[in-house]
């Protein structure tokens, strides 16, 4: 096999978490376990948009690095419904043209564009009827998605679908709900119906890998453990000095590329 990898541009819901913030988890944190024979390097920083990880030069250092027959996995969603601080976009505007710019970036430098639909809210109403606020912006990946022909892994209807199977108090167990005293770094508890912990996040990864090999994105012998129970404990949490240099480096201009295996 060829030295292959797989880059992840995107927000909260795909970044690595330092040690600092566990147990919330990306899921393109714990991708590697579901991956062998290719790197995956996570770009994806919390709190961006498609807008601010394009202006804030993010974009840049991947397709700085990025190389032919490298794949990059595009995820955004949940910060660009947010309005205000020069994130929010249009789904069917400037939604799509910031997404476009990703995949003929990564396209002229000979890699190939994987769009992801971002993971649903966990939002129930009164009567236990789960709720899609994000709206809009998975169609609008969508539409794009064929009108470009990029490859799309609609993580986005799977899990409302798993949501909606594990209902309001099933799914506290894969969100970041915590009691008070329950962990450390959230002494007074924590209720967030945005970020996952290990279960949820690898169930998520293992989703978006098993797509990956469906869809032949890369040959069979490129994925492992798709069947595998995994505990939780096999999710690696960088150190928080190590968390912050690299998030600094990852900027167009002014980074170089980490070393062999998953990287943040």
Sequence with gaps: MQHTRIFLAGDSSVTSRPRSMAPMVGWGQVLQLFVQGAE???AARAGSSSRSFLERGRLAWILENIAPGDLLLISFGLIDMK????????????YQWFLRQYALGVRERGAHPVFVTSHERRVFDGYGNMRRPLGLYPTAMRELAMGLSVPLIDLNEWSVAWWRQAGPEGTKELFLYLEPGEHPNYPDGI??????????????ARFVAGEMCAKGLLTPEYFRNL???????????????????????????RATMAGNGASI
């Design 40 to 42: 995956v390097v996570n």
């Design 83 to 94: 309005p205000g601080d020069g994130r929010f976009t249009e789904p069917f505007g400037d």
């Design 191 to 204: 209720a967030d119906n945005t970020h996952l912990r290990g279960h949820g996040a690898m169930e998520c």
């Design 227 to 253: 069947d595998a129970r995994i505990p939780e404990t096999a999710v690696e949490f960088l150190d928080d000095h190590v968390f912050e240099q690299l998030t600094k480096e990852r900027v167009g201009g």
